[in-house]
């Protein structure tokens, strides 16, 4: 069973301070927003619990099964996306998730995804021919593809049209039962979705 | 792990294919400084050491203008944190050298053609020769690998590369010059030492960026 | 205890120093072959010793900083003070040395081995420091020069290999042998070797007043940052 816990978490940037002294801990089957004005770290915290970026003051802390994960380790653990996370424009989606997909994932997965986000018929064109939309839906997918036991969504909503918000909030309710769902959001819809979270509002 | 730096491979081949112009310019690049160096001599003899020296020269300037291209271009369209997502540094590193090394390797059979037609070199030792442009290339991608990353993270293009790579380069050039030199006309000892040199060198350089390349791909 | 060493540091740079100078520049007799412009020796030696040792501490705090998280922030400001010190003794060097080469070998340079692998040492601070200026925004700074610089470091021992096969030695045997002995009169010897102990003494008071002044800019960012 996987374990995030957020230990006093702080973040600088040069001068300013983003945030200070965050903390919580998830476990299975919860699911978490975070959300605040533009410019609070909502993005920075994501990333912080992702080990892309570093904390200036207190740590993250993953644990499997009450032992602790090496940072190196955390991908495994995770799937991420968010408008930082581009996929390959020269590749098709189906090239590009066949670059991510572990060898477990397979074939039928993948496609298995994309007709669930209605991306099955686009898959032979380029991602740089895709609309923004379009776009938004293979980032989600590439976070759900390995089966990840955490999901870290930065605005999962961004440029996706009602269908496609239905399609994801399809999905998420779904994985909340055995998951950890990590949202950084705006939407009123998604924090409803959530059980509990935290604003950066200060 | 192996099948997996086999992907990553492939990836950026399929990528460099398809978006040529890349690819095409390093070439083109190798190429035309040949031919301008073949066509500005117009015939004059040249010593064997100054041949050496230029074929080196532009090898050397060939190696900066393609090299760095494969980081530059994850920084630059911004795919290095997906990339990173779901590669350790370590893979990245592996991968990125093997495109590299074949990437210099096919650019010097070009550079060699080209050269040896037009500035009408035989050396005396063919072996020798071919040995040392090999070992040499792979020395010289194994160097520029990591400093293309360090440069792609700096985000200031080739002239940066070009003023980090020389001093670490100096050896190799030094090295390959003095093995070419002798691989032409024939006089002196034929040192296959030396091409050992080179290839220990890359080696201790390949070892050591592999243990580090991860402090400069992701923020530790 | 702290002021007491102080006072010795202050002694051994206020006095001895210019003690030393003053018996190289008149006690000591010339060298043979060399004459009077040998006497540039007490200064040329000790200036280039300054210029690989200060390489050398750039290094070692460099790797530290990879192995170690402990005091990154210190390492980074004392990697940084060490090259900085590091390359203004190696262009003092070269100018010494080229000054050293008109007189006795007739021209300013002349690609003999040790001057090669001064001017290399000079192209790797260069380059250390256009990389560190180019990574102005970048979070690892640090890390990403300290890499360059490592990678730099091994190279080193390829060009001890490498430059006496290339270039052919032009320094004067009479200060270092090919059996790697030093053949010089004991009053030369001991100017020497007292020169070299007072200009690293120096060199640590200089690096210990930059590092001071750094780790006293740091203190204050962070305090403005806090507020």
């Given at each position: 069973m996987i374990n995030i816990e957020a230990d006093k978490i702080g973040k600088k940037f040069g001068k300013t301070s983003l945030f200070k002294d965050i903390n919580f801990n998830l476990t299975k089957n919860d699911s978490f927003y975070i959300t605040g004005p533009n410019g609070s770290g909502k993005s920075t915290l994501l990333q912080i619990l992702a080990g892309i970026q570093n904390p200036t003051s207190g740590s993250v802390i993953y644990k499997s099964d009450n032992s602790i994960i090496e940072k190196e380790y955390y991908k495994n653990y995770f799937g991420f996306t968010g408008p930082q996370i581009n996929p390959y424009d020269m590749l098709t989606s189906i090239e590009n998730l066949k670059f991510t997909a572990s060898e477990s994932a397979g074939e039928n997965r993948i496609i298995e995804y994309l007709e669930k986000f209605d991306l099955y018929r686009h898959r032979t064109k380029a991602v740089k021919y895709y609309s923004s939309g379009m776009k938004q839906r293979l980032r989600l997918i590439h976070a759900l593809i390995n089966n990840p036991e955490i999901v870290m969504l930065d605005e999962p909503c961004s440029n996706l049209d009602t269908k496609g918000r239905d399609i994801l909030y399809g999905v998420l309710d779904t994985l909340k039962k055995d998951k950890i769902i990590i949202i950084a959001t705006n939407e009123s819809e998604d924090i409803n979705l959530c059980s509990k979270g935290i604003n950066l509002e200060q | 792990m192996n099948s997996r730096i086999l992907n990553n491979i492939k990836k950026d081949f399929l990528i460099e294919i398809r978006n040529r112009s890349a690819v095409n310019i390093s070439f083109a690049f190798a190429g035309i400084t040949t031919l301008s160096v073949s066509l500005a001599a117009g015939g004059a003899p040249f010593t064997p050491v100054v041949h050496a020296i230029i074929f080196w020269i532009i090898l050397f300037f060939s190696a900066m203008s393609g090299l760095a291209h494969i980081f530059i271009r994850e920084e630059e369209e911004k795919n290095s944190l997906f990339l990173s997502l779901y590669y350790s540094p370590e893979e990245i590193y592996l991968s990125k050298l093997i495109f590299n090394i074949i990437l210099f390797l096919s650019i010097s059979v070009i550079v060699t053609a080209l050269y040896l037609f037009f500035l009408q070199v035989f050396p005396v030792y063919p072996l020798l020769f071919i040995l040392t442009v090999i070992s040499g290339c792979f020395a010289i991608a194994s160097i520029t690998t990591i400093l293309g990353a360090i440069v792609s993270k700096a985000g200031s293009g080739s002239s940066l590369f070009t003023v980090i790579s020389f001093p670490i380069l100096l050896p190799v050039l030094w090295t390959a010059i003095r093995l070419t030199s002798v691989s032409i006309d024939g006089s002196g000892v034929q040192e296959y030492r030396n091409i050992v040199f080179l290839l220990a060198f890359s080696g201790v350089i390949i070892s050591v960026s592999y243990l580090t390349f991860k402090f400069i791909w992701t923020e530790f | 205890m702290k002021s007491y060493s102080r006072l010795i540091f202050y002694f051994l740079i206020f006095a001895v120093m210019p003690g030393v100078f003053l018996r190289a520049l008149i006690w000591t007799p010339a060298a043979e072959f060399l004459g009077e412009s040998s006497r540039i020796l007490y200064f040329h030696v000790p200036v280039a010793w300054i210029s690989v040792i200060s390489f050398v501490t750039a290094g070692y705090h460099s790797i530290m900083i990879l192995i170690s998280e402990k005091e990154r922030d210190e390492r980074e400001y004392k990697a940084y003070n060490a090259a900085y010190i590091g390359i203004i003794f190696t262009i003092l060097t070269v100018v010494t040395g080229s000054i050293w080469a008109k007189i006795s070998w007739g021209s300013y340079w002349n690609w003999d081995p040790r001057e090669t692998s001064i001017v290399i040492l000079m192209l790797i601070y260069i380059s250390y420091f256009s990389l560190y200026s180019a990574l102005?925004?970048?979070?690892n700074r640090m890390g990403i020069s300290s890499v360059y610089l490592i990678i730099a470091m091994i190279t080193m021992p390829f060009f001890v290999f490498i430059i006496p096969r290339i270039y052919p030695s032009l320094h004067?045997?009479?200060?270092?042998?090919a059996d790697k002995k030093i053949h010089l009169e004991a009053a030369m010897k001991l100017t020497l070797f007292t020169s070299i102990g007072v200009f690293t003494i120096f060199y640590g008071y200089i690096y210990k007043l930059m590092n001071r002044i750094s780790s006293l800019e740091f203190t204050q960012q962070e305090k403005r940052n806090d507020n």
């Open positions: - | - | 102005k925004d970048n979070v004067p045997d009479t200060i270092i042998n």
